[in-house]
């Protein structure tokens, strides 16, 4: 049974471990990806260090974009990639905040994105107000 606690404006937050946080906003990306950019990403991870959240998704290039930046002109083709994709993202960004928000309970600050058009892995970072409050996982415990 998971621990509760107050949040300052009064709402109750089920405390969750690390790991199942960052499979909770993994998996909650993937399917923002999926219903808001049209495709999922091969593979997502999510990283909670300190007020931050790092998730890495790999294979995220349409075959049309990997054709677009392999091209002889490919610096064009990549930095309109980068530019879409960016410009996507910011469209998205609130449901990707509220997403981070509703696992962790902590307000997210700032998000920070790049797309590397040569592996097709895209990182987003958000800063967060505070450290989310986490219960220590079993492996964390021991000594």
Do not use: N, W
Not at 7 to 29: M, N
Not at 102 to 123: K, M, N, P, Q
């Amino acid at each position: 049974m998971q621990q509760e606690y107050t949040t300052p404006d009064g709402g109750e937050v089920a405390v969750k471990t690390k790991g199942q946080a960052e499979a909770e906003i993994a998996e909650a990306v993937v399917r923002f990806e999926r219903e808001f950019m049209g495709r999922g990403p091969v593979e997502t991870r999510a990283f909670l260090i300190d007020d931050m959240v790092l998730i890495r998704l790999k294979g995220v290039m349409t075959p049309a974009e990997k054709h677009l930046a392999a091209a002889a002109e490919g610096e064009r083709g990549r930095q309109l990639i980068k530019e879409v994709r960016s410009e996507l993202l910011e469209r998205g960004r609130p449901q990707l905040e509220a997403i981070v928000e509703d696992v962790l309970g902590a307000r997210v600050v700032s998000l920070h994105t790049d797309v590397s058009t040569v592996t097709g892995e895209r990182i987003i970072l958000f800063t967060l107000e505070t450290c989310p409050r986490l219960q220590a996982s079993v492996s964390e415990g021991r000594g």
